[in-house]
């Protein structure tokens, strides 16, 4: 008569392991390895152009200097008497569009 009045707990400790044993995942898909074995050496991967790979690099120098005047402003701006005033100074505004500007481009590029 004990077991009739069994917690919900002990039902569920007294369950069977089989019924909670996890799905088993598929097997790994051998043919994709296989097939890229079969690609001829011959092909190299496509290069990016010299002049791209230039133009990339005259980007991401340009952007660090930009990001650079961009911490500059705020450096000798903060913690004056108006110091969110930075934000919206022109010069920063004009850098801000740029940094945008150049990123765009390095993500085209890349």
Not at 82 to 90: E, F, I, V
């Amino acid at each position: 008569m004990a077991a009739r009045f069994a917690t919900y707990a002990q039902r569920i400790k007294n369950k069977t392991g089989s019924a909670r044993k996890p799905t088993s995942r598929p097997a790994a898909k051998a043919p994709a390895v296989a097939a890229a074995k079969t690609v001829p050496v011959e092909a190299p991967p496509p290069a990016a152009p010299p002049t791209a790979s230039g133009e990339l690099q005259r980007l991401k120098d340009d952007l660090q200097r930009v990001n650079r005047e961009i911490s500059k402003i705020a450096r000798e701006t903060r913690g004056g008497p108006d110091a969110a005033r930075h934000s919206q100074l022109p010069e920063k505004q004009q850098l801000l569009g740029q940094k945008q500007d150049l990123e765009r481009k390095i993500r085209a590029l890349s």
